[in-house]
């Protein structure tokens, strides 16, 4: 009659688990890792927005412009001539972050003198459209930078709170934030010197 078929096949093929397709899935979830990685390091790095407090960096920067740091310079460089900076001063525990201009790096000879600044020497030549300065601060007699000390100017040299006051004194490279590199304002977008 009727035969019963059985629901046991011994001979059925065994379903072989993708070995390609889980590589691809893996090489993919690893590639996608490493540019969410690599995306986040660099806007941390070099994607850090400060808004510029007043006006001591005028006409440079003017106040609540926007811009970028490059927190990642100073890791391996050091602070050069007329790189502007943001810091926070070490000696004044109540002071804001400041932004201000590196006018002189570590071993140079600093002096204000009828309202010019000299730097070893020879008459300071600024990047900024800046005035004389009527008040010299510490600056009035020369001193010598030491080995990890920047000495920063505001490029609206009669209205900054900069090295020259003891509020701010010289700058040291661990108070160093970074370094501002480009201004994201719509009025003055671009690039920062």
Known sequence: MFKKKSTLNFQKKRKRFPVEKARYLLILFLETALV????????????????IPGGSMEPTLLDKDVVLLNKFKYIVFSPEKDDIIVFQPAGNL???????????????????SGGNLYVNGTRYKDKA????????GRAKTEMVLTDDEY???????????????????????????????????????????
């Open 36 to 51: 969410v990685l690599l995306s986040f390091l660099t806007v941390k790095a070099f994607g850090m927005q400060f808004d």
């Open 94 to 112: 109540n002071a804001k972050t400041s932004v201000k201009r590196v006018v002189g790096v570590p071993g140079d000879k600093i002096l204000i």
């Open 129 to 136: 459209e800046t005035e004389p300065m009527k008040d010299a």
């Open 151 to 193: 000495f920063v100017l505001g490029d609206n040299r009669n209205s900054s709170e900069d090295s020259r006051y003891e509020t701010v004194s010289n700058v040291k490279k661990s108070e160093i934030i970074g370094k501002v590199w480009f201004c994201i304002t719509k009025e003055r977008f671009g690039f920062v010197y």
